[in-house]
């Protein structure tokens, strides 16, 4: 059988339900996920959004300076989250 691996994520075109699997299987569960789309917000798919909406996962989707920041703040208010950051 083949391993499992990882898509790769070069760029907001490869988010997708698939590559954002590792978050769906984080312990304790996370409420958000913040994605950092490099120099600038970028639109992911309304699909993908919506998949991981019904896991229960709320997704954030801002400029990899502002993901960062924003991660952060969640993370003082001891919020239940993960951050996915593509370089800028």
Known sequence: ??????PQV???RDITHESLSLFRL?????EILVLG???RVERL???TVKQMRECGIAVEVQ???NACATFNFLMNERRM???GLIPP
């Open 1 to 6: 059988s083949t391993p499992a691996v990882s």
């Open 10 to 12: 070069g760029s907001h």
């Open 26 to 30: 984080l312990e304790p569960q996370i």
């Open 37 to 39: 789309t490099g120099d």
């Open 45 to 47: 798919h309304p699909a």
């Open 63 to 65: 400029d990899t300076a």
């Open 81 to 83: 989250v993960a951050a």
